[in-house]
């Protein structure tokens, strides 16, 4: 994974936190009796939902970067 990619996944992650944290408090927080209970919640989610998409960018960029390689590798070895 590119510096460029980790930063545009890192970047993507955070606007997902932010996101999950305005609909959270906009439409969920409600249903909890206690402010705080929900505050943790919401942290939790907002934060496994944002590892989870870079993790998969990541798995993205990895593999993209695999199959470009092995393009090359059958590249060369067809020219020798």
Same mark, same amino acid.
């Given at each position: 994974? #590119? &510096? ?17 944290? &305005? ?8 249903? &909890?009796?206690?402010? #705080? ?44």
């Amino acid at each position: 994974m #590119s &510096f460029s990619q980790a930063w545009d996944a890192g970047f993507r992650a955070l606007l997902l936190y932010v996101g999950i944290v &305005f609909v959270w408090l906009g439409l969920i927080e409600g249903y &909890f009796p206690s402010q #705080s209970t929900s505050v943790a919640v919401m942290n939790v989610v907002a934060i496994a939902a944002a590892i989870a998409f870079f993790l998969r960018a990541r798995r993205r960029a990895v593999a993209e970067r695999e199959r470009a390689e092995a393009e090359v590798r059958a590249l060369i070895e067809e020219q020798v």
